[in-house]
């Protein structure tokens, strides 16, 4: 079992940043490839950006490619996204989520264990 919380959401104005972080407890953390997702009101969730055991390969949805930056700290069992250059269509709940994945998968049923989410509100 892995326990995962996420922190660091708010209200923000746009062209602003956040950074969020997701802190996990239970089984090894550097066994898991982590993954960011979002769910705006009335939209299904999406895949925001994603990371490999190590933190050597990410990946990241197009949409913020440029702008959202995924990084882990396996000493401290905690994986960030640095959200940037914010807009209001990044507006969502955030949602972090692991994996026994060896590979950084963007699939919502690939992931074995999700967090409680974060509201990230950014306004224009």
């Known amino acids: 079992q892995v326990q995962l919380v996420e922190s660091g959401g708010g209200l923000v104005q746009a062209g602003g940043s956040l950074r969020l972080s997701c802190a996990a407890s239970g089984r090894a953390f550097s066994t898991y490839a982590m993954g960011w997702f979002r769910q705006a009101p009335g939209k299904e969730r999406e895949f925001v950006a994603g990371?490999?055991?190590?933190?050597?390969?990410?990946n990241y949805a197009d949409s913020v490619k440029g702008r959202f930056t995924i990084s882990r700290d396996n000493a401290k069992n905690t994986v960030y996204l640095q959200m940037n250059s914010l807009k209001p269509e990044d507006t969502a709940v955030y949602y972090c989520?692991?994996?026994?994945?060896?590979?950084?998968?963007?699939?919502?049923?690939?992931?074995?264990?999700w967090g409680q989410g974060t509201q990230v509100t950014v306004s224009s």
């Open positions: 989520a692991a994996t026994s994945s060896i590979v950084i998968v963007t699939i919502i049923h690939e992931y074995d264990y």
């Open positions: 990371i490999t055991r190590s933190g050597a390969i990410t």
